[in-house]
């Protein structure tokens, strides 16, 4: 291996330190580029600006550009939802009980399809509420996206593949990139290309009628919350079966990598399938039919009335408003 090797590594260790990394969002981008209808395809070409054949994955990290800038900073609480479930021994997400009074990701995938098909808002608006909704059904196929113990695996300190990181990392970034063998979206193209292929005719083409079965537009905070359920409860069989002291020592690769990978792929090419028929259902649903006239009561746009009650912040939320809402960084 070249000496300069492992600093670029060391460099990727750095970036990406929020969600699914880029890598993974770009893919799930790509795949979902292959099941949008044509109309869906020159709608959001057209939303977005961008007529290249990497429309959708070109814009799916930009939520977590936006989130780590001062003006952004407000959008941190969307990229996730803190389940305060008791795992490995409990798995469940409650909207009621673990969406904060500032959102969350189910609140958030509600706001923006609302507001991506409604209508009567601005290009900019649009645009995006576009960018956030192709991130945020991302996200929420992450396990630890839908998970508060240890912030999310956030505080989970691990050791993968010789690196000092945490386990939330570890997911997002460090197992795809260990998977593809590299971070560009020409990497991601080929990942999704090889899903595509298994969604069609292969591994998963019997199984995808079951990632969107119910998946209701007009019924956003149901269909994201099962979204979110589907996910958590991959907390307890896979990512931490044995419970998190049993993550803490060695190193998770290769025994525990060679565990979760298929999961890891489930997970992506689920988001894409998920993410293009979701785009679809808002396109025939509330843009072609241009039926925001129609629907009554017309919605509230600011998605005030999507959130849940307010509730007194448990431990889990303090904490992760000590970390600033953000996924937290990696200790080297
Ligand atoms: C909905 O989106 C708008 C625009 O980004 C934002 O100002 C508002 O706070 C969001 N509402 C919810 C409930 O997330
Ligand atoms: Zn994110």
């Known amino acids: ?3 300069y090797l492992p600093v670029l590594v060391g ?6 330190a929020y969600a699914w990394g880029s890598l993974g969002h770009a893919t799930i981008a790509y795949v979902a580029q292959n099941f949008v209808t044509s109309e869906v395809k020159t709608w959001a070409q057209g939303v977005l600006s961008d007529t290249s054949s990497s429309y959708l994955a070109n814009i799916a990290s930009w939520a977590d550009d936006y989130r780590s800038t001062t003006a952004g900073k407000w959008s941190a609480p969307m990229h996730f939802i803190d389940a305060e479930d008791n795992p490995p021994s409990s798995c469940n997400v409650d909207y009621n009980r673990d969406c904060g009074s500032s959102g969350c990701s189910i609140s958030a995938i509600a706001n923006y399809t609302q507001r991506v098909g409604d209508g009567r808002l601005s290009a900019a608006n649009v645009n995006q509420a576009l960018k956030f909704l192709v991130h945020f059904v991302g996200d929420i196929t992450q396990p630890l996206h839908d998970e508060a113990l240890e912030v999310g695996g956030n505080d989970i300190d691990v050791t993968f593949d010789g690196y000092s990181d945490n386990l939330h990392a570890d997911w997002d970034t460090y197992i795809p990139e260990k998977l593809v063998g590299g971070s560009s979206l020409a990497d991601a193209l080929t990942w999704a290309t090889s899903l595509t292929a298994a969604i069609n005719t292969g591994s998963y083409a019997s199984s995808k009628a079951s990632w969107i079965a119910g998946d209701d537009v007009s019924d956003a905070i149901t269909t994201a919350t099962r979204w979110a359920s589907d996910a958590n409860a991959l907390v307890c069989s896979v990512v931490m079966p044995n419970g998190v002291a049993a993550l803490e020592t060695g190193d998770l690769y290769p025994t525990y990598y060679d565990s979760v990978v298929p999961t890891v792929e489930l997970q992506i090419a ?8 979701w785009l679809n259902t808002i396109y025939s649903e509330n843009i072609a039919a241009s039926s925001i006239s129609k629907r009554t009561p017309v919605a509230d746009i600011s998605g005030a009335d999507l959130l849940p ?8 939320k303090l904490a992760r408003a000590a970390m600033g809402g ?3 960084q990696h200790r080297h």
Request: one cysteine or more.
């Open 326 to 328: 953000s996924c937290g």
């Open 1 to 3: 291996m070249p000496s």
């Open 11 to 16: 460099l990727a260790h750095l970036q990406g």
């Open 309 to 316: 009650p307010p509730r007194p912040l448990s431990k889990a």
């Open 270 to 277: 689920k988001a894409g399938y998920r993410l293009a028929n």
